[in-house]
């Protein structure tokens, strides 16, 4: 899709991106101010394959003061990027022919990890009438003994679904009794909606040995192109981990992680400029797209994304690659086809991007629906 983006770009067309996986919001200025600092006086050599100490200790005990985990220095390894860290969990754990549960609607990125470790993908379906939200019972009837594992994303990519400290105790709970290892993927815990509230896989003492945290800067800092991520779990397991990213990619990037500390020392000033201004999109993008294609959709509880039926758009079409073809061939739109995310006749929309954009890009697709 952004291929073809990307070529309608160079030919001088005008395309609003609704595809987009990032926060389009500048780098605080704080940040950039450090960087200066930081290149003029930092050593800019090999890190620590587990990371710089200092960015290790103000990434646990921001995670344990705001989410209730009891980390330390020694639980955690810094990677270059959230992907990475993915990488690194499921490479290590997973042998070939393992099964790993992926509830769907799944990161797409997800099913290729695992297919690239020799791991096997087993699918949970949902129901976009639940909010696409599992249960403890569901994946069960999924567990069988090949099962080696479950990725587990809160505050989830695409949906942005919410689950309670009861529904995430419980679904924990049974990943435990038939010893299964879980990867929780918690890159979105920092921007959650309408008081709920973000229940970290790490909050549960009893269950910690089996349970494996992904954590980024990207999302919370909006630090994408920074690539800095990392992964929290058991101490043995974050040897196993570091070893792995050290013959793998050496370490992550000096300057990224110098930056990634100031930002968790400056959090309390950067996040909150953050999550008002993603509040702000969001509620602008639920509001245009209830008012343009005069339905109802309640507002994603989290994230920066919706999830929606091909549909709600007044279209007929089930093949939800076709659509965001035609979509981004007639109305220069870019949208991302649910059968990516393991969901056909969806689509993906981000409201990440400036509100005049993606309000353009939704008008575009009202007047391709039109004809």
């Known amino acids: 899709m952004m291929d073809l983006a990307s070529k309608k770009t160079l030919a001088g067309e005008s395309v609003y991106n609704l595809g987009v996986g990032e926060i389009d919001i500048p780098t605080p200025n704080v940040l950039k101010q450090f960087t200066k600092k930081i290149i003029n006086e930092k050593p800019i050599n090999y890190a620590l394959t587990a990371g710089l100490p200092e960015l290790r200790e103000v990434w646990v005990k921001f995670l344990n003061e705001k989410h209730g985990s009891c980390f330390n220095s020694e639980n955690i390894c810094v990677t270059p990027g959230g992907v990475f860290a993915l990488f690194a969990a ?3 754990f997973v042998k070939q022919r393992d099964e790993i549960i992926l509830i769907a609607p799944y990161w797409t990125i997800y099913h290729n990890l695992i297919l690239l470790a020799g791991g096997v993908p087993k699918v949970v379906e949902t129901s976009y009438k ?3 939200k599992v249960n403890a019972e569901d994946i069960k009837a999924a567990i069988n003994k090949k099962t080696k594992m479950i990725i587990f ?11 309670s400290r009861k529904e995430t105790k419980k679904i924990l709970a049974l990943c435990v009794r038939k010893n299964l290892q879980i990867i929780s993927d918690e890159v979105y815990s920092e921007l959650v909606f309408d008081d709920e509230e973000f229940v970290s896989s790490a909050s549960f003492p009893e269950f910690e040995n089996n349970v494996t945290v992904i954590q980024s800067v990207s999302k919370s800092f909006t630090m994408t ?3 800095v991520g990392a992964i929290l ?3 043995e397991i974050i040897k196993q981990i570091a070893t792995f990213s050290g013959i793998s990619v050496a370490c992550t990037n000096s300057v990224g992680q110098y930056l990634a500390t100031e930002a968790f020392r400056n959090a309390d000033q950067i996040m909150p400029e953050i999550y008002k201004e993603v509040l702000r999109r969001r509620k602008s993008f639920f509001r245009n797209l209830n008012e343009i294609f005069n339905i109802k959709v309640k507002p994603t509880a989290a994230g920066i994304y919706a999830f929606l039926p091909i549909s709600l758009f007044g ?3 089930k093949n939800s690659l076709k659509f965001c073809r035609e979509v981004l061939e007639k109305a220069n739109v870019v949208l991302i086809p ?3 995310f393991g969901e056909e006749g969806f689509v993906r929309c981000s409201f990440g991007g400036q509100i005049e954009e993606v309000k353009n890009g ?6 391709f629906a039109r004809k």
């Open 90 to 92: 499921i490479s290590t």
């Open 130 to 132: 639940n909010d696409f």
């Open 153 to 163: 994303n809160p505050a989830s990519n695409p949906v942005g679904n919410i689950y």
């Open 225 to 227: 192109g920074w690539r």
């Open 233 to 235: 779990g058991p101490e």
């Open 315 to 317: 279209s007929e079409e």
């Open 338 to 340: 649910g059968v990516v």
């Open 362 to 367: 939704l008008l575009a697709i009202a007047k």
